[in-house]
């Protein structure tokens, strides 16, 4: 049986994964991808809190993405590059979905950091 720890990395990969594949397929249409990609994002962070043992709801999964997401704001400064540059068809897509990944990153390991926490109280 796989630890906690690697449940939720594989869980992230997963997510970041996805992720990435999406931006990429939606790089020449920005601001359409976080409509694809949320759903992702917050499904993630469901099955991080369930392998850590806590059950939450759907709209705690939101709320906690748009925390989450908040925290994580000024890593954010290239995407408006990576906006402008995904206009151009093949250029800079590899921007995009790196960028998507690692966002997806950082938002699940905050919040195994959260449930890591929420399990210590």
């Known amino acids: ?9 594989d869980i ?5 994964n996805a992720s990435a594949e999406i931006d990429r397929g939606l790089a020449q249409a ?4 976080p409509e694809a990609i949320v759903p992702i994002r917050t499904s ?11 059950e939450i709801t759907h709209a705690a999964a939101a709320d906690l ?11 954010q400064a290239p995407v408006s590059r990576q906006a402008l540059a995904g206009w151009l068809p093949g ?6 979905d790196s960028t998507a990944a690692a966002l997806t990153e950082a938002i699940g390991w905050t919040a195994n950091s959260h449930f890591n926490q929420a399990e210590a109280k």
């Open 1 to 9: 049986m796989a630890s906690t720890m690697q449940k939720v990395q």
């Open 12 to 16: 992230i990969h997963d997510a970041s």
């Open 30 to 33: 920005p601001e359409s991808d």
């Open 44 to 54: 993630m962070i469901m099955a991080i809190a369930s392998a850590h043992g806590i």
């Open 65 to 75: 993405l748009l925390k989450f997401s908040a925290t994580i704001q000024k890593r």
């Open 91 to 96: 250029i800079d897509n590899n921007t995009n």
